[in-house]
């Protein structure tokens, strides 16, 4: 099946930057887009930036202008460079694919684990 696997989260300081990465694998047929979202504790998951395969992006309102979401489509793979991060971004950030498996007609929805970003003051 699908797997989508996170990295480069961590400890920063507020002003810093991190670069996150989802490689997704399996017997995927297509990627029709690929986005972050976050979920912080007590709170709901948000979305935090998505981008199709055109190269159309959408980010919250509260990242515009510090996060820059990317792709490279030969690796199945999505970033998320972050920066001038703040207290308030910390969060564990989950990587998500609407994708279609091979010999599948369907497009489904797939998530990663979550990888935990954290801002200090």
């Known amino acids: 099946q699908v797997q989508l696997v996170e990295s480069g989260g961590g400890l920063v300081q507020a002003g810093g930057s991190l670069k996150l990465s989802c490689a997704a694998s399996?017997?995927?047929?297509?990627?029709?887009?690929m986005g972050w979202y976050r979920q912080a504790p007590g709170k709901q998951r948000e979305l935090v930036a998505t981008?199709?395969?055109?190269?159309?992006?959408n980010y919250a309102d509260s990242v515009k202008g510090r996060f820059t979401i990317s792709r490279e489509n030969t690796k199945n793979t999505v970033y998320l460079q972050m920066n001038s991060l703040k207290p308030d971004d910390t969060a564990v950030y989950y990587c998500?694919?609407?994708?279609?498996?091979?010999?599948?007609?369907?497009?489904?929805?797939?998530w990663g684990k979550g990888t935990q970003v954290t801002v200090s003051s």
């Open positions: 981008i199709t395969g055109g190269d159309s992006t």
């Open positions: 399996g017997t995927i047929s297509s990627i029709n887009a």
């Open positions: 998500n694919a609407l994708l279609r498996l091979t010999f599948s007609a369907r497009e489904s929805n797939y």
